[in-house]
T-cell receptor, first 114, second 118 residues
Framework: DTGVSQDPRHKITKRGQNVTFRCDPI?????LYWYRQTLGQGPEFLTY????????KSRLLSDRFSAERPKGSFSTLEIQRTEQGDSAMYLC????????????FGPGTRLLVL | AQTVTQSQPEMSVQEAETVTLSCTYD???????LFWYKQPPSRQMILVIR??????QNATENRFSVNFQKAAKSFSLKISDSQLGDTAMYFC???????????????FGGGTRLMVKP
């Protein structure tokens, strides 16, 4: 059973450019979460999918951010018109909806906006 | 809203010794889980241990155990027989359990950087 994977692992971009990250969850997991982690801090929740439906979004998710999970499989997180403050690690986690939910994290995508 | 506080930004321990990492949380909820995650340098977040709030017995996983004090809202992690591979950031996290399709997102503390010295 493969774990959660994310691509790319590192991304350097110039301010104003658009970037897209991909997350592939554990195959049978129907729940998917995106978190953002800035240097020296704990991760913060961004958004949540159950299957293909995006059911919750944090106030941290500005209108420059959009996430999708077509067909309830992989997910993408796009940031438009990147700003230097978007520099962070973007983490994806997946879980199986059940009474004892445990989230399994991917390796993250580290974004640097110059 | 829930908050999680880890008051020890950095700690160090000698190999084979025991170390305890502190975590306190604030919530008005009664149905929740608590977690400790480990994040080694440049590597992904790994679950260390989980505690269900309704269970009075403290969770244990091999060398890792917790001291869960529900009334005091305290959830410390004890690592026994520390190994060099335990060197990592450790995050305490709170999960409020919600019904139906609502997401069970994690609220993390700021982390404790643990260094195990040979």
């Amino acid at each position: 059973d493969t774990g959660v994977s994310q691509d790319p692992r590192h991304k350097i971009t110039k301010r104003g450019q658009n970037v897209t990250f991909r997350c592939d969850p554990i195959s049978e997991h129907n729940r998917l979460y995106w978190y953002r982690q800035t240097l020296g801090q704990g991760p913060e929740f961004l958004t949540y999918f159950q299957n293909e439906a995006q059911l919750e979004k944090s106030r941290l998710l500005s209108d420059r951010f959009s996430a999708e999970r077509p067909k309830g499989s992989f997910s993408t997180l796009e940031i438009q018109r990147t700003e230097q403050g978007d520099s962070a690690m973007y983490l994806c986690a997946s879980s199986l909806r059940q009474s004892q939910e445990t989230q399994y994290f991917g390796p993250g995508t580290r974004l640097l906006v110059l | 809203a829930q908050t999680v506080t880890q008051s020890q930004p950095e700690m160090s321990v000698q190999e084979a010794e025991t170390v305890t990492l502190s975590c306190t949380y604030d919530t008005s909820e009664n149905n929740y889980y608590l977690f400790w995650y480990k994040q080694p340098p440049s590597r992904q977040m790994i679950l260390v241990i989980r505690q269900e709030a309704y269970k009075q017995q403290n969770a244990t996983e091999n060398r890792f155990s917790v001291n869960f004090q529900k009334a005091a809202k305290s959830f410390s992690l004890k690592i026994s027989d520390s190994q060099l591979g335990d060197t990592a950031m450790y995050f305490c996290a709170f999960m409020k359990l919600r019904n139906n399709n609502a997401g069970n997102m994690l609220t993390f503390g700021g982390g404790t950087r643990l260094m195990v010295k040979p």
